[in-house]
């Protein structure tokens, strides 16, 4: 049994059942997935649509909640209090729960799931993640460059979260040095850990800056350029992170953002994601300069094959 944990309020409804599914339907053994839901302000409608889609696939879901008094001293930022669910572990998910998939539901899965653990090259880890391949804090947090993880999706190996209370320090240095964590958990988890987290291959957290740093940008990296190529060609998961990525949103740039609306409407919350390429043109061109259309287009070019597979 692989368990995921995914916190979520109400305004991210329809992207956590975007995830959730994508998850689902690259699934070759869905009976043997757990689903556990950060609830951080879900409607009853909400639930229920999810138990009943999650069921269609004979997958477990579960729903957990914290107390309002836990966020006290904690920034709301434009995140929400749901990015918080993942400090709390320890008390939100069971205790026989060895590992644990955390993810992010601005994410679309698009392999198995359950053979994450064969990227591993070990099983004693704390946390196995992805670096933030884009820009991050690392030198305000005092980290070395590619040491910065991002939070999009993490593998938990929960003896040793509990063992060195990566929780608890990760809160009161969240309470302590607000002013350090840019990206609020995010931050805190890579300050306590400090580099010592297992790197998963670029493909299970594909972000948007991979497409940069294959243009100009590889003479800085420490990762081969067919890493890169692939995370972008053959991703594992989609992490629609940044500025004008969030495939829903006005005038996203997003080179995979059609395979966002794939997986949205095969969900409850499908109306109204048809793509309109004769609005989005008239979108970009409204808002941005001619040469970044030139790019978008480049970058789709770059991800063909994946994106003709994903077609709605």
């Known amino acids: 049994m692989l368990h995921i944990f995914i916190s979520c309020d109400e305004n991210y ?7 959730i599914i994508s998850i689902l339907d690259n699934c070759q053994t869905p009976e043997d997935l757990c689903f556990i839901i950060g609830d951080a302000g879900l409607t009853s409608s909400t639930i229920s649509r999810l138990q009943e889609m999650i069921t269609c696939y004979k997958s477990n879901i579960t729903f957990t909640y914290l107390d309002k008094s836990k966020f006290e001293g904690l920034e709301v930022k434009r995140y929400g209090l749901s990015i918080y669910f993942r400090l709390y572990l320890k008390e939100v998910i069971a205790p026989y729960i060895k590992f644990i998939v955390c993810i992010d539901c601005d994410t679309v899965v698009v392999e198995d799931i359950t053979t994450i653990m064969d990227d591993l090259p070990t099983l004693d880890f ?5 670096e933030n391949i884009g820009r991050s804090p690392y030198k305000s947090l005092g980290l070395e460059k590619g040491k910065y993880f991002n939070c999009g999706l993490m593998l938990i190996n929960m003896r040793y979260w509990k063992e060195l209370n990566i929780g608890e320090r990760a809160l009161s240095f969240l ?5 350090l964590c840019t990206y609020p958990e995010q931050s805190a988890l890579n300050k306590i850990l400090d580099g010592e987290w297992t ?10 800056p991979a497409y940069k740093n294959l243009e100009k940008r590889m003479h ?11 995370s972008i060609q053959k991703p594992k998961m ?5 500025k004008r990525s969030k495939p829903w949103e006005y005038g996203s740039l997003h080179p995979l953002k059609d395979i966002y609306f794939y997986y949205r409407a095969m969900t409850p919350w499908n109306s109204g ?3 309109n390429n004769k609005t989005f043109k008239k979108t970009i061109m409204s808002c941005i300069e001619l040469h970044k ?11 063909r094959e994946l994106l003709d597979s994903h077609r709605c």
């Open 13 to 19: 409804a329809p992207h956590l059942a975007t995830t």
């Open 126 to 130: 704390t946390l196995a993640a992805v």
């Open 175 to 179: 309470r302590e040095h607000p002013e």
């Open 199 to 208: 790197q998963l291959p670029l493909a299970w957290n594909a972000q948007r």
């Open 220 to 230: 800085e990296q420490h990762r081969p350029r067919e890493e890169f190529l692939e």
């Open 238 to 242: 989609i992490h629609y992170m940044g």
């Open 273 to 275: 994601v048809i793509i």
């Open 293 to 303: 259309i030139y790019k978008y287009q480049k970058r789709r070019a770059m991800s």
